[in-house]
């Protein structure tokens, strides 16, 4: 047994290591370090860089602009990009419609959109939830009804995150209502946002932030030719894209960097003896778990990927594994910092917009509200244990 | 034994609670979050009105002489409807003024407080203190015959609200209270996680006036740390049964799979351990109230406070992590109570002391036993 990267492997991280120091802008990284809201512009200038050198989309066939890495390198180039602090590349284009269409797309749709997607010409959202449907997807309602050669819509989508900076939404609509399964008569839509009879409204979450909306489609029309493989399969596209090998989903190098970030912040907060609390025990403790939980995370995502590397299979219920523990170290983070800044977490933002006020430590506590969100959405937590329970257990 | 509230407590608990249903719902309170002093005067009144600004002062100067017991339904009724005007952060220094202060200073200042026509803040924390009220970096030096203070108390709830502010400084003699006019100091006003109205308080050779004994202010902080800790632990248990009694009707309401998610055994489970959490919260924060109120001495009154305050923190913690995930993406919303009710019980959670100060405050009471 050796858990360690090969010489090959290291030399491979310290290149995407170098690499990104010497590439990533200077104010993202702040930015990213602060916690401060990413505009639209600060997310695509990332994904343009990496588009540039050819690194934004490594998972596709090299054909169509994929570098050609197996699992591990992959996984390195994540995890470095998190640990550096690189603003997250917008899932919704690269990892989801990209896939998609390389699996069901027609010749026409790939050339259409994929090269679109890579260079961040077009920014995609995703149209799942529904108001009524969110564990239970397959209940969904919108509708699209096919007229000639278009098909015109009528529903509602909800939880869309960041639907306020997109071109497009790939959407699963019901086509057929009469299907004797809800899994059936489901088609998966590509529509462009600025289709007449679409409205956006934010939704605000507890925070105060405006990340996701409500997307309401009244009568829009699309054309056929925008329909992802058949119609009446957008259940089979809309599986594969669920379980799409997500190797990040632990988000690893992302969570290291904080808890270092975290220890440093915790060096400087007094605890209640006048010593840092980084000192307290009790505040160690906590702190130490994590980051025992993280590196258990560490080692048990390596191991699916050696796994995977060996067998060539992708992986199954352990993603969920991934999502689980993933999620709940970066809420426990929040938290923790939260804790170190004591009772100054407690102000939020000036009242009068006056100076003089620590916009960092103001951050911490709607962070760690906001963080909540981790184990509510991409398939709730619970919804991840009932996967690993049918799937891996067999219940 | 006997758990139940007395015919009058009870009958002012369902006053508040009567009143804040019909004029502090939801939408009502959003519009004064929203407005630009983040609290409502006309609310204010109606608070004197019911008698609650008068309730632990003492009757002599026109209070019920009420204790931390008879707090208890109003604080749970402020929880549950999450009151952002400064009640208890007035009422706390009002007390506090009621133990320590002089004849006259009483004589100046409660009769308006209860009127409801004063409202105080007590200005304790310190930026290098964190829940450490002794440790005091704030100084008083005397000036002919009052006293001069220099520091920067933090955080400070209910203070762009007041009129005046007790203050915790240190003098040659040790930790001492004084009141100081509020416009006399520069404040830096802030909006809070849980919605309320704060500000770091700059003193700058600042004007005041001593409030008890000098250098022996200690017991009367450490007593109103305790009193402003049983209100807390109260007022928690008010959210955290809104929190249950929202998720228990989210759960009978919201329909996944064709049936209410809350038949999922998976949800259920976890719903009682909410309503346990709650119960047991309900039962520190009586212990914590009845010993603030009828402890046979501070040691005693500490101890009780600080275990309430374990649970309840806790309790807090749990309860609105687990409202807010049962709910789903509908608990992340805006527009949901229970993400406002999230936000507050967060802050409650550390709100005079988190979990781990109360623990080692417990167990530093039991080691000097």
Not at chain 1, 184 to 195: A, N, Q, V
Not at chain 2, 67 to 95: F, K, N, Q, S
Not at chain 2, 154 to 177: C, F, M, Q, W
Request: proline share 4%.
């Amino acid at each position: 047994m050796d858990l360690n990267y090969s010489k090959e492997e290291l030399a491979f991280r310290d290149e995407v290591r170098g690499w990104i120091a010497e590439n990533l802008p200077q104010d993202l990284r702040d930015k990213v370090a602060n916690y401060e809201e990413l505009s639209k512009e600060d997310l695509l200038r990332w994904h343009r860089i990496l588009a540039k050198k050819g690194w934004v989309a490594p998972h596709w066939p090299v054909e169509w602009g994929g570098t050609g890495w197996g699992v591990v390198e992959r996984y390195i180039f994540e995890e470095e990009c998190g640990y550096a602090g690189a603003p997250p590349l917008v899932p919704f284009g690269l990892m989801m419609c990209g896939p998609v269409l390389l699996r069901f797309g027609t010749e026409a749709q790939k050339k259409r959109f994929l090269p679109r997607i890579y260079n961040g010409d077009d920014f995609w959202c995703q149209g799942y939830s529904e108001p009524g449907s969110g564990s239970d997807l397959a209940s969904l309602k919108t509708r699209a009804e096919r007229r000639g050669d278009r098909y015109i819509v009528n529903g509602q989508k909800i939880w869309t995150t960041l639907g306020h900076y997109a071109d497009w939404i790939f959407c699963l609509v019901r086509t057929d209502a009469n299907a004797a399964k809800k899994q059936e008569g489901i088609s998966f839509l590509l529509i462009d946002m600025k289709s007449p009879g679409i409205t956006v409204r934010p939704l605000i979450l507890m925070d105060g932030g405006h990340e996701v909306n409500e997307v309401f489609f009244d009568d829009v029309e699309v054309p056929v030719e925008n329909l992802v493989y058949e119609e009446g399969k957008g259940w089979t596209v809309a599986k594969y894209l669920l379980g799409y090998e997500r190797l990040n989903t632990g988000r690893i190098g992302a969570s290291k960097r904080e808890l270092a970030r975290l220890k440093e912040f915790a060096a400087r907060q007094p605890g209640d003896d006048g010593r840092p609390i980084l000192e307290d025990p009790r505040f160690r403790d906590k702190l130490t778990r994590v980051e025992v939980e993280l590196a258990a995370l560490e080692i048990t995502n390596l191991r699916f990927l050696d796994r995977m590397r060996r067998t060539g299979q992708p992986p199954g219920a352990e993603v969920s594994l991934l999502k689980i523990k993933g999620t709940e170290i970066q809420q426990a983070i929040t938290e923790l910092f939260m804790q170190a800044a004591g009772p100054l977490a407690r102000a939020v933002r000036p009242a009068d917009g006056a100076a003089g006020f620590d916009r960092f430590t103001g951050v911490l506590a709607p962070r760690y509200c906001n963080f909540r969100k981790t184990t509510i959405y991409a398939g709730s937590n619970e919804i991840q244990r009932n996967i690993i329970a049918k799937m891996t257990l067999g219940l | 034994m006997n758990f139940d509230y007395s015919e009058e407590q009870q009958l002012l608990a369902d006053a508040v609670r009567r009143y804040l249903a019909k004029d502090y719902g939801f939408e009502a309170r959003k519009k004064i979050v929203a407005s630009p002093e983040g609290w409502s005067e006309a609310v204010w009144r109606q608070l004197a009105e019911l008698g609650l600004t008068g309730l632990p002062i003492p009757a002599e100067y026109g209070g019920f002489g009420g204790g931390a017991v008879d707090m208890i339904g109003p604080m749970e009724a402020a929880g549950e409807a999450l009151l952002v005007e400064p009640y208890a952060a007035t009422m706390v220094a009002a007390r506090l003024l009621a133990r320590a202060g002089s004849e006259a200073q009483k004589r100046a200042i409660l009769p308006q407080v209860v009127e409801g026509r004063l409202r105080l803040a007590f200005a304790c924390l310190e930026r290098g203190a964190r829940h450490d009220l002794s440790r005091i970096g704030t100084r008083a030096r005397r000036a002919g015959d009052g006293w001069r203070l220099s520091g920067e108390k933090v955080a400070v709830v209910g203070a762009p609200a007041a009129a005046r502010l007790v203050v915790s400084a240190r003098t040659e003699k040790g930790a001492s209270l004084f009141l100081v006019e509020a416009g006399e100091t520069k404040q830096r006003p802030c909006v809070t996680l849980d919605e309320m109205r704060a500000a770091d308080v700059l003193l700058e050779d600042t004007r005041a006036e001593l409030l008890g004994a000098e250098g022996e202010a200690m017991p009367w902080i450490e007593e109103a740390a305790d009193f402003a800790t049983a209100l807390v632990c109260a007022e928690a248990v008010g959210a955290m049964k809104y929190a249950c009694d929202a998720t228990l009707e989210y759960l009978k309401t919201r329909k996944q799979f064709g049936v209410p998610i809350g038949s999922f055994q998976a949800l259920q489970h976890r719903m009682v351990d909410m309503v346990i959490a709650t119960e047991q919260a309900r039962s520190m924060a009586c212990l914590a109230a009845s010993k603030v109120d009828g402890a046979a001495d501070a040691c005693e009154r500490a101890r009780a406070v600080s275990a309430a305050k374990i649970k309840i923190s806790d309790a807090a913690r749990h309860v609105s992590q687990e409202s807010v995930q049962l709910h789903g993406g509908m608990g992340m919303s805006e527009e949901m109570k229970v993400s406002h009710t999230f936000r507050r019980l967060t802050v409650i959670a550390g709100e005079w002391g988190d979990a781990e100060h109360h623990l080692a405050r417990f167990a530093a009471l039991e080691a000097a036993r």
